[in-house]
Structure formats: C-alpha cells, structure tokens
T-cell receptor
Framework: DAKTTQPPSMDCAEGRAANLPCNHS???????VYWYRQIHSQGPQYIIH???NNETNEMASLIITEDRKSSTLILPHATLRDTAVYYC??????????FGAGTRLTVKP | GAVVSQHPSRVICKSGTSVKIECRSL??????MFWYRQFPKKSLMLMAT?????????EQGVEKDKFLINHASLTLSTLTVTSAHPEDSSFYIC???????????FGPGTRLLVL
C-alpha cells in the first residue's frame, strides 16, 4: 500500500548527477518524504528525509515541489557504489515505514 | 552513529526447528523496533512493530504464534521463527528508532534457509 510511484529503473553515468523522481500526489500535510537505498543483499540505508523544504546532507539533496506532490533525490556525483534500489517513502512521523518497489539505479562507468 | 546489528547474518536449519534472530541497536536506545521480511526480487514487507516492554503489533497475515518477537530491552529485540518450513526461507531485516516518531535505521539482515 505504498503511496508513491517511482520509475522501476534508471541508468546514470559515473561522475554525473543522478536525479531520482518520486510521485506522491496523495501526500497528507503531516507526512514526511523519506529516501532509503538498498544495496544488493544488505539492509536499507537511510539517505535523507523532508517535510516541505529542500534538504541536503553529505549523501544527497532532496527537492520537494511546492505542492508536495512530487520530489527528486539528487546524488550530485554518482559513483559505482551508488548502484542500488532507491526507495521513496511517504510516512507520518509516528507511523510505520512501508516500502514500494523502488527504483533500481545502475551507475555505469 | 545509528548502527543496528543483526545476528546471525545467515542461518540454515532443518524443517521443523526454531530459529532465533537478534537485532541490536549499538549506539542508541531504541524504544521501537520493526521486523521486515524480503523475498527474492521483492520489496520489504513489514511483519511487526515492537515497543520495549510491551507486546508486538503484527501486520495482517503474519502469524504471531509462528513469529515470536521479544523486545526485552532498549537495545535488543529478537525474532524467533518457530517450526520453520521451507516457505519461511527469506531475508529478515530489523530496524530500530529512538521513538516511533523518529527515523528508522536498519540492520544488515539475516538470510534464513530452511531445508
């Protein structure tokens, strides 16, 4: 019952920015946008989250549209180690984390 | 910071036996822990949520008598798969958060194979 839509797969050239889109047109006012990634056979890794404002940390930037119906995760300089499945999750702060199918990002040399 | 460990990382057992998986938060106190299951080429499915010192809340379709969850301390939760069958073979992943309102941090997962 994921509330997000993501493309199933994307490719990105090494060293380039990877822009991963996510649609969440039914997001509610108290729901945050979270991004995690899962490298093969590992547990998910937290990347970033936000409510309304754009956010940036050492891993990535999160751009949320003004109407909050979509967002983009930006990896500024993708490396081969960024190849993973990226999950965009909409979640109220006191609710469970439910995963959709995610986007399989492949970074190519 | 925010490191979660799981033990064992992989386990093979015979059908009918029970298997216990441990989840520990190493550098923070986790009032809430979550257990997920992931089948090959599928996404993570939430199995249950547990708060320290209270009974776990199971998702619909998850048998609480088969998947026993104990969250006895602020740094440890255990999942016991009782009378395991081959269809229980899966990747089991836990996560922990300081509170139910906070970011979840995930363990590395435990791969269970039931023969």
């Amino acid at each position: 019952d994921a509330k997000t839509t993501q493309p199933p797969s994307m490719d990105c050239a090494e060293g380039r920015a990877a822009n991963l889109p996510c649609n969440h047109s039914t997001i509610s006012g108290n729901e945050y946008v979270y991004w995690y990634r899962q490298i093969h056979s590992q547990g998910p890794q937290y990347i970033i989250h936000g409510l309304k404002n754009n956010e940036t940390n050492e891993m990535a930037s999160l751009i949320i549209t003004e109407d909050r119906k979509s967002s983009t995760l930006i990896l500024p300089h993708a490396t081969l180690r960024d190849t993973a499945v990226y999950y965009c999750i909409v979640r109220p702060l006191n609710n469970d984390m439910r995963f959709g199918a995610g986007t399989r990002l492949t970074v190519k040399p | 910071g925010a490191v979660v460990s799981q033990h064992p990382s992989r386990v093979i057992c015979k059908s009918g036996t029970s298997v216990k998986i441990e989840c520990r938060s190493l550098d923070f106190q986790a009032t809430t822990m979550f257990w997920y299951r992931q089948f090959p080429k599928k996404s993570l499915m939430l199995m249950a949520t547990s708060n320290e010192g209270s009974k776990a809340t199971y998702e619909q379709g998850v048998e609480k008598d088969k998947f026993l969850i104990n969250h006895a301390s602020l740094t440890l939760s255990t999942l016991t798969v009782t009378s395991a069958h081959p269809e229980d073979s899966s990747f089991y992943i836990c996560s922990a958060s300081i509170g139910s309102r906070e970011t979840q941090y995930f363990g590395p997962g435990t791969r269970l194979l039931v023969l």
